[in-house]
């Protein structure tokens, strides 16, 4: 079976199932390993080091696993391209943001953003709570779905499973407090460097073609990107974010709280509208509108190479 199909029998059933609750998710266990061995090592003098050798082990356990179940037969290697995709999964939590603010329910609301968001959430009024929600979904647009998809077609499951250790490993501990400034800066540096080509491929092509299909401002969200995308501390995060306020035509970004610090951020995107809760359904309509984009430019790049070849 072609990889590209295989690709596309994972990602049909992730849209179809997402990630069930319960579900023995390799990313649960990518988690136990972390900690497992943040606690053996987090001890060791050079803080730096030990977050290398932390991110050596996880990155090369999951690539031989996934290299391993692969091998065993076909469904396996589908199931795995599944888990390792989370287009609905994203959407769901999302709009689960939205049913909750629907019924009037502000203070399950920040609860439920909490798990979602590293910010404060707990003082944050509906319109902020609208913008927090969208940022997350912007951003997890390259972390859950373009990334994932861009390692599957160049790697197969062990590479893009290599990328979701990196993933986890950078939202587990690479915070830049006094106690994972230096541990965390081996896995927060690997994400950025493996986020580096899919957030830019999703800010100039991906999220604008995929607003040109879902009728939302194309031409502003590729504006919009070109002219925010680096108005973040991050080197990739505002590339989806701004091209995703462009096609909202909304605002992302600005001050937030972290810990209980005001952290000052610049804002993203120009437009003086007022959040309301039906973005987040745009938003979610934008997510999948991207992953499907992602998934055709793919296997159009993948059939076009096997028929030169």
Do not use: W
């Not at 910010?119 to 859950?144: F, H, S």
């Not at 974010?241 to 970004?253: D, I, K, S, T, V």
């Not at 979610?284 to 793919?298: E, M």
């Amino acid at each position: 079976m072609l990889p590209a199909l295989k690709i596309t029998a994972g990602f049909v059933l992730d849209i179809i199932l997402g990630d069930p609750y319960g579900f023995p998710h390799p990313v649960k266990l990518m988690g136990k390993l972390i900690l497992f061995l943040e606690k053996k090592l987090i001890k060791m003098g050079s803080q730096k080091t030990a977050g290398i050798i932390l991110v050596l082990i996880v990155t090369s356990s999951s690539y031989i696993t996934a290299h391993l179940i692969s091998s065993l037969s076909l469904i396996l290697e589908i199931l795995l391209i599944y888990t390792i995709l989370a287009v609905k999964s994203l959407s769901v939590e999302a709009r689960r943001v939205y049913t909750l603010l629907e019924n009037n329910k502000i203070d399950e609301a920040k609860k439920h953003l909490s798990t979602l968001v590293s910010r404060d959430t707990d003082k944050l009024d509906e319109e902020e709570i609208l913008k927090a929600t969208i940022e997350t979904v912007a951003e997890n647009v390259v972390d859950a779905v373009v990334s994932p998809i861009f390692y599957l077609f160049i790697g197969g499951a062990p590479l893009a499973m290599t990328y979701k250790a990196v993933s986890t490993i950078d939202s587990m501990i690479g915070y830049k407090n006094d106690k994972y400034i230096n541990f965390g800066m081996a896995g927060a540096k690997l994400d950025d460097i493996m986020n580096f080509l899919p957030a830019r491929i999703s800010a100039f092509f991906l999220i604008p073609a995929a607003a040109f299909f879902c009728g939302m401002d194309h031409k502003n969200s590729l504006k919009t990107a070109r002219r925010d995308r680096l108005n973040h501390s991050s080197p990739n995060s505002a590339h989806p974010e701004a091209a995703f306020a462009g096609a909202l035509n909304c605002r992302l970004g600005g001050d937030a709280v972290y810990f209980g610090n005001t952290v000052k951020k610049p804002v993203i995107g120009r437009s003086e509208t007022t959040l309301i809760k039906n973005d987040i359904l745009r938003s979610i309509k934008l997510t999948y509108a991207t992953a499907i984009t992602a998934l055709i430019t793919g296997l159009t790049i993948s059939f076009t190479i096997n028929s030169v070849l």
